[in-house]
């Protein structure tokens, strides 16, 4: 008779010690990746302002009515300041040609066809107010509020 050699474990025992290091190597997998040290993506994309405003002739009068993000006739737009984006797209809805101009940013449309749109992006490193123009008006048409916004206010 050949004697087979004595284990110090057995096989019970060594099942049970495999199945908790298994279970102990998810738990610490899940804290790893849970706690943010392994993304495929950025978590926080960059936050964008949408704004889309048309000129409109109402009652005789040329106005810019808010058509997508605002439904006001010449509305204050608000926007948050820093790397927060803003983009106003800018449609002329009415029978001639408009220009779109924000004073103290310095940013306006080209001479926009009727049917025709344009796209601007722009920032606000600071708190501010602009005021924003029909090219060819005088008087404000409305404003752009930028605004500081923190977690904690």
Do not use: C, W
Not at 52 to 67: H, P, R, S, W, Y
Not at 99 to 120: A, C, H, R
Request: glycine letters at 8%; hydrophobic letters at 40%; zero cysteines.
């Amino acid at each position: 008779m050949s004697q087979q050699p004595h284990s110090l474990i057995s096989e019970g025992k060594l099942v049970l010690i495999a199945v908790a290091g298994a279970i102990a190597a998810f738990v610490i997998a899940f804290i790893f990746i849970s706690g943010g040290s392994v993304r495929h993506a950025e978590i926080f994309l960059p936050e964008k302002t949408y704004v889309t405003l048309a000129f409109q002739n109402i009652d005789g009068e040329v106005k810019l009515v808010g058509i997508d993000g605002l439904s006001q006739v010449n509305p204050t737009i608000l926007m948050r300041t820093g790397d927060f984006a803003m983009e106003l797209t800018i449609v002329n809805q009415d029978s001639v040609p408009h220009s779109f101009y924000i004073d103290g940013l310095n940013i306006s449309t080209k001479m926009l066809q009727p049917g025709q749109t344009e796209v601007l992006t722009f920032y606000s490193e600071d708190e501010a107010t602009y005021n924003y123009y029909i090219k060819g008006h005088e008087e404000p048409t409305g404003q752009i509020r930028a605004l500081k916004v923190t977690m904690y206010e």
